[in-house]
């Protein structure tokens, strides 16, 4: 993982004296390379001689070419993978503005009111040494280019490996299970995030052997874990093309009789756009799954069009809320009612509620107070082995535990 001397950070800002103030900051925390212009033109300009940098933190209005026109440029041009924006507009538009730069294929770390401040800036570039990494923002043509071949081979050297991250009850601060996250150990290029390889899996037919993969080693993990008393559950995301595939139900049910788990320990998540692929036969598999007794969520609950409309017609259990309706809520209030209506209704519908990008105190606190079942960012942990898990419980728990009266 990078070290924050190593990044290389460039802030456009039109105030001399606001862009004096970002750069003293991220000196101040550390980083080296430092790049800098006045507007968006300028900042095209300075671009292409200096290189990419890992991070923009850019201001929106500015003459010349404002804030919102450089950022479809840096996506256009994959000129960074993380961005910042520092503005004093008002929630709705910076709100905006986040969801275009995220549709565009960036990385955003955070929308900042201004003045920056420098445990708000630490806090952001420490996310991107986390995130990045981990879910795989390298982008751009020097990201590693892998074929169908490259993952059975991968498979069939026992080269993919699971990291779990916590899901934990907001009203105890006790967890309540784990979601199963696929990475490749692979032995030239390290750890290999799942963003880089998992598409190449769906478009070129390896889906169903990766999910299977997947499924066997959560159900094994989850197995020494309960011979050891830590009686959770695990979730497992499955795909457009495994849920089309009329079988899936049965390997699944095989699978869990085979190791030993019974069904409501597994929790299936499905995102509305995987259903929404073939939806007589995705309808038909989440229909067996529930029959046979696993338990469905409907993941990243907030970015589709037509959520409702699946909440009425799938048997879910779970109700994943998508991050970008809980990160931040605290400080934007269309967010904070979006939040709150969506908890109040997954409660009425008798769903368990989980809120993810839980990242800070004040996400945690927020969720918390709303009445949202669980929580699930990197505020609680970031992904583990699972070997690191039963390590996490004993020490890395204390901040999510509500505080006793004195």
Not at 57 to 68: I, K, R
Not at 75 to 80: I, V
Not at 147 to 160: K, S, V, W
Not at 162 to 184: C, D, F, I, N
């Amino acid at each position: 993982m990078a070290a924050i001397a190593d990044l290389c950070v460039m802030v456009v800002e039109d105030s001399a004296v606001q862009r004096r103030h970002a750069l003293d900051l991220l000196g101040n925390i550390g980083v080296r390379q430092l790049l800098e212009a006045e507007n968006g033109r300028h900042a095209l300009t300075v671009l292409s001689g200096a290189g990419r940098p890992d991070v923009i933190v850019t201001d929106l209005e500015m003459p010349d070419m404002d804030g919102v026109e450089l950022i479809r440029h840096i996506a256009e041009k994959r000129l960074a993978a993380a961005l910042v924006v520092v503005s004093s507009r008002e929630t709705t538009l910076l709100a905006t503005v986040e969801t275009m730069a995220q549709e565009h294929g960036l990385l955003v770390l955070g929308i900042v009111q201004k003045p920056l401040s420098y445990d708000n800036l630490a806090q952001l570039l420490g996310r991107f040494r986390h995130e990045a990494v981990s879910e795989g923002f390298r982008g751009g043509d020097d990201a590693p280019k892998f074929t169908a071949n490259d993952i059975r081979e991968g498979l069939a050297g026992n080269q993919l490996v699971l990291h779990y991250q916590p899901k934990v009850t907001t009203h105890s601060g006790v967890m309540r299970g784990v979601e199963a996250l696929v990475r490749w150990q692979h032995p030239t290029l390290g750890l290999v995030p799942p963003a880089q390889f998992l598409p190449v899996a769906e478009e070129f037919g390896v889906m169903d052997e990766l999910t299977d993969w997947v499924v066997d080693a959560a159900l094994k993990q989850l197995r020494d874990w309960h011979a050891r008393g830590l009686t959770i559950t695990v979730a497992v995301n499955l795909s457009a093309k495994s849920l089309a595939n009329q079988d899936l139900a049965d390997r699944i049910a095989a699978a869990t009789s085979r190791i030993g788990i019974e069904p409501k320990y597994l929790l299936l998540e499905i995102t509305e756009t995987a259903v929404m692929s073939d939806l007589a036969l995705s309808l038909g598999t989440l229909a067996r799954l529930r029959l046979k007794g696993f338990g469905l969520s409907i993941d990243d609950f907030g970015t589709g069009f037509s959520s409702m409309q699946q909440l009425s017609r799938i048997p879910f259990t779970e109700l994943k809320i998508d991050r970008s309706l809980v990160h931040g809520a605290s400080e934007k209030p269309h967010l904070h009612v979006l939040l709150q209506s969506t908890i109040e209704m997954g409660k009425k519908l008798h769903l368990t509620t989980v809120a993810e990008g839980v990242e800070n105190a004040s996400d945690w606190q927020l969720v918390r107070l709303l009445g949202c079942d669980v929580g699930q960012g990197y505020y609680a942990s970031r992904p583990l082995p699972g070997d690191q898990l039963a390590a996490w419980l004993k020490q890395g728990t204390q901040h999510l535990r509500p505080s006793r009266p004195a």
